[in-house]
């Protein structure tokens, strides 16, 4: 197994265990507050909240499952263009929150002592703390499976050849785009 592959493999099964306290932490907030145990978050009514945390659940099982995906036999069968979808969305979500969780670490390092400044009471610093390491080992795991992935499922892709990139993917391409475009419009009938 090559080294980026190796890499990749590992980022992938990581990133799956650290995004799952997320899911839980969020089931537990649907569950206290229609029980009516947990308050509802600032700013939001009860079915809001139940609906924007119960998407946020989905997110989060369609991430973990992503990530092992991207390991699995089994992911190597699902079609390319869900995968692909699931990685751009997951990995420009994720990644690019990566340097705002980090350097917000950094710079709340002795702040307050609720996450996000105090402002939520239904949020305690633990929450907030599996919350926002849950997205870096995403984020972290996405930036590094994905591209090991791709060179798996499509070993040929990107490759040069010499100075040339390869034609023949493009010919490919552009013959796929045509015949799509040929069936949504037809030629119109020629009158004589």
Not at 122 to 148: N, R, T
Not at 164 to 170: D, I
Request: net charge positive; hydrophobic share 50%.
């Amino acid at each position: 197994m090559e080294r980026w592959d190796r890499v990749g493999r590992n980022a992938a099964y990581g990133a799956a265990p650290a995004l799952s306290p997320y899911p839980l932490i969020k089931v537990a907030w649907v569950v206290g507050s229609l029980v009516g145990v947990l308050p509802v978050g600032e700013g939001f009514g009860l079915t809001a909240w139940v609906v924007l945390n119960t998407v946020t659940i989905g997110m989060a099982s369609v991430g973990i499952a992503l990530s092992l995906a991207l390991v699995r036999p089994w992911g190597m069968r699902i079609p390319g263009a869900q995968v692909a979808f699931c990685s751009w969305v997951g990995s420009g979500f994720l990644v690019s929150v990566l340097p705002f969780l980090l350097f917000g670490a950094l710079l709340n390092a002795g702040g307050d002592a609720r996450a996000g400044g105090g402002a939520d009471p239904a949020m305690p610093v633990w929450e907030g703390v599996l919350v926002e390491f849950g997205f870096l080992g995403m984020g972290l795991g996405l930036a590094l499976a994905v591209p090991a992935y791709l060179r798996r499922r499509w070993p040929d892709a990107g490759r040069r050849v010499g100075a040339v990139v390869r034609v023949e993917f493009v010919e490919d391409l552009a013959g796929v785009l045509q015949d799509s475009r040929r069936a949504q419009h037809p030629p119109l009938p020629v009158r004589r």
